[in-house]
């Protein structure tokens, strides 16, 4: 927490941001924006992107799952 003589953190302010956010709005206040942001992001890029982004999200995975001591 800062005091009045400390400039804020980057980390610090987001935090309170989000907090603030999830404060004010609701489960479908979400839903919507993160549906918007998927269209949005189809929009400005292509199969492979996706495919790219498949790959490494398995990958992390993979690792994880290798490295757990299940």
Do not use: L, V, W
């Amino acid at each position: 927490m800062t005091n009045n003589n400390e400039k804020m953190s980057r980390e610090e302010a987001g935090r309170k941001g989000g907090e603030a956010t999830a404060k004010k709005h609701d489960k479908e206040f979400f839903q919507e924006i993160g549906q918007k942001g998927g269209e949005a992001t189809s929009e400005n890029h292509d199969k492979e992107f996706y495919q790219e982004i498949g790959k490494k999200g398995g990958e992390a995975r993979a690792d994880q799952r290798d490295g757990s001591d299940d």
